[in-house]
């Protein structure tokens, strides 16, 4: 029995394992030393990490999108242009903290910066009456001619 373990590497392979699995035990704690004698977090504490991490990279992403858009005191009109359909009554969601909040299909509004935002496809208007600014899909405007 002794014999065959030597002439076919089994006794080898067995080894050369333990050794690498040595080796990676003694990285992954070298890396991070609180591993040794801890538990591992619970899904609760993991999915909070994650809801934490998911906010902080939509904040940074709304900052980011905020801070390229013009602000209305500075900002001149380009254009108006007459609103065809509101896209919150679409179904497809069209609301958030860049929505131009309450759009009233007939009412005329200031376009700020044209062509912004995913594909370009809206502009930053303006209302007028009350200096409410926020984006609106181009597919619910029309110019005013």
């Not at 373990?5 to 080796?23: D, M, P, Q, R, Y």
């Not at 994650?50 to 902080?56: G, N, R």
């Not at 594909?119 to 009456?129: E, F, I, L």
Request: hydrophobic share 35%; aromatic share 6%.
């Amino acid at each position: 029995m002794a014999r065959n373990l030597f002439k076919n590497g089994t006794l080898e392979i067995a080894l050369s394992s333990l050794l690498l699995v040595s080796a990676g035990t003694y990285y992954v704690t070298s890396i991070n030393p609180s591993l040794i004698g801890s538990t591992s977090p619970s899904k609760h504490d993991i999915r909070q990490r994650m809801t934490l991490d998911l906010k902080q990279v939509g904040g940074d992403r709304l900052k980011m999108l905020s801070s390229s858009i013009e602000r209305p005191a500075s900002a001149s009109v380009l254009f108006e242009v007459k609103v065809m359909k509101n896209p919150n009554a679409t179904g497809v969601g069209f609301d958030g903290p860049l929505a131009f909040p309450n759009p009233i299909p007939g009412e005329t509004l200031s376009v700020i910066q044209e062509s912004i935002g995913p594909h370009k496809s809206y502009h930053y208007c303006r209302r007028d009456q009350t200096g409410e600014v926020g984006w609106m899909p181009l597919n619910s405007l029309q110019p005013v001619i």
